[in-house]
């Protein structure tokens, strides 16, 4: 056997190992009896050492090392992945395993005390639980090393390259942009009758809609699934079993059904994933910034798009004859595209959305950096929300205990989404231009040459590249906020007549 070879088998066994975690905490999160908290974080806590263990192990080291003489050095997949994976190795390395039980641990019990605190909005039960995770996360960044800023050592983790430095160059701008834009809109006195979505959308036939959403879109329901949970979410175990989660309001039809696209979004990457490298970095996805770019082109450039609208307002009057009524497919696309400062990040517009991530992003460096304690961050975010937003949440449920990621610890994570805005509408950009025109394919229903793209140019990559360096070779030019300024002013300038 090659070197490379039994590299490559010791990673998918491991591949296996945390396929178990996920399900199991798909599981937490969709079927899990409530009193079976303690024995879950137990489990995973177990499973997370395990996996440590493995990762981590001398035998690994020597078999990057042989694997890393016999690849050399050049384009070769190989070379890459073995590159990836010894970056995994060495970070890995660095955490304690204690440190890693830990987190596993604080984290799972933190995740059923915050559903608590939210339900009943009171920071108070939350605040030690998120203490201890903050503290813990500050313990990962000095264990990782950085050099300028303890949040370099976080966001390395979900996006390969980037710093603290590197994403205010990009977000700082986007920023600024979409802030002004904003502001014309609001000036413009323009405002936009979403009411239709507000009538009464009966859940069953929701459930059969979005599931038909997002097979249209391109997502195998033979390798997937699609449940229920207060936070979507998309759980991808390996290309052949990727489970999507979603929500219900009868009053809220949209909040479900661009849910499930946006999920539907990460499980068309994932299933797309090459199957045949499965475990190797090559089969994994690039990073969480090119995962959301997927999810938000699907999410937005293609079902926000009016061509998307057209082709779906025939399938809308069928399935809700009676919430349609009188109903044009006009009046839904503008009415799925209103901009309105608000306080839930999920349920914000493309205009600002990024803000809700700047304000996150900005505390994050803060907390870490200790210039703000974890009590005071109820205050700090009102503050912030009231200045970019001009909103003041009425509570916190409304506010610092909105997103689930503290409670994961999952510091460094929100400028994915970010950069998955940016990602999603300099590759969209490109595919229309190959593609001679996509918008005219979508008011047609057809998905398929769209998907085909992204396969070709972004999924069957893994991690081959860098994030940056796979949108540059997807796009022929290094990432820029452009093309998303150009996409916004045009459709909004168009939709608010600005
Ligand atoms: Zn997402």
Redesign the pocket.
């Known amino acids: 056997m090659s070197a490379y070879t039994e590299l490559a088998s010791y990673l998918r066994q491991s591949r296996v190992l945390a396929s178990c975690q996920q399900l199991l905490s798909w599981d937490q999160e969709t079927q899990m009896p409530h009193d079976a908290a303690e024995l879950r974080a137990e489990q995973l806590s177990m499973l997370a050492g395990l996996a440590h263990r493995r990762d981590c192990a001398d035998e690994l080291g020597e078999m990057l090392e042989r694997a890393g003489d016999e690849v050399g050095s050049g384009d070769e997949p190989e070379v890459a992945s073995v590159r990836e994976a010894r970056r995994d190795f060495t970070r890995r390395k660095r955490i304690p395993a204690e440190l890693m039980e830990e987190r596993v641990r604080t984290t799972s019990l933190a995740r059923q005390a915050w559903i608590e605190s939210r339900a009943k909005n009171d920071f108070a039960t939350f605040l030690p639980h998120f203490e201890h995770i903050v503290d813990i996360m500050r313990r990962f960044a000095d264990a990782l090393g950085f050099e300028d800023h303890p949040y370099d050592a976080l966001v390395a983790e979900y996006e390969p390259g980037e710093t603290a430095a590197s994403l205010k160059e990009l977000i700082t701008p986007l920023q600024e942009r979409s802030a002004s834009l904003l502001g014309r809109i609001l000036d413009s006195g323009g405002a936009i009758d979403a009411s239709v979505l507000k009538r009464r959308y009966p859940t069953d036939a929701q459930e059969q809609f979005n599931r038909f959403g997002a097979e249209k879109l391109g997502f195998d329901f033979r390798r997937g699934r699609l449940d229920v949970t207060a936070h979507p979410?998309?759980s991808g175990q390996g290309p052949t079993d990727v489970r999507l989660t979603t929500r219900y309001d009868e009053r809220n039809v949209a909040d479900s059904y661009y849910s499930t696209l946006?999920?539907a979004?990460?499980g068309i990457y994932e299933q797309g994933l090459p199957e045949e490298r499965y475990g190797s970095p090559l089969g994994d996805a690039c990073s969480f910034g090119i995962?959301?770019s997927q999810?938000?082109m699907w999410e937005n450039h293609v079902a926000r798009s009016r061509a998307y609208w057209t082709w779906l307002f025939p399938h809308v009057r069928e399935r809700f004859p009676k919430a349609s009524e009188g109903a044009t497919a006009e009046e839904y696309y503008r009415a799925n595209n209103a901009v309105a400062p608000s306080l839930i990040r999920v349920d914000a517009d493309e205009i600002t959305y990024d803000l809700h991530i700047a304000i996150r992003f900005g505390l994050e460096e803060r907390l870490l950096s200790r210039e703000l304690s974890a009590g005071d961050v109820p205050e700090a975010w009102n503050a912030e929300y009231q200045r970019l937003l001009r909103v003041t949440p009425p509570t916190d449920a409304d506010g610092c205990l909105q997103d689930v990621h503290w409670s994961a610890g999952l510091f460094g994570y929100f400028p994915t989404?970010s950069l998955?805005n940016v990602y999603a509408a300099q590759l969209f950009a490109k595919a229309d231009e190959d593609l001679g025109g996509v918008h005219a394919q979508f008011a047609r229903g057809e998905f398929r040459p769209l998907k085909e793209w992204l396969r070709e140019n972004i999924h069957r990559h893994g991690r081959r590249y860098r994030p940056r360096k796979l949108v540059e070779l997807a796009t022929g030019h290094k990432p820029t906020i452009e093309p998303m300024m150009t996409y916004l002013e045009a459709k909004f300038g168009d939709l608010y007549s600005i």
């Open positions: 979410f998309c946006h999920e979004g990460h995962h959301e999810s938000r989404y998955g």
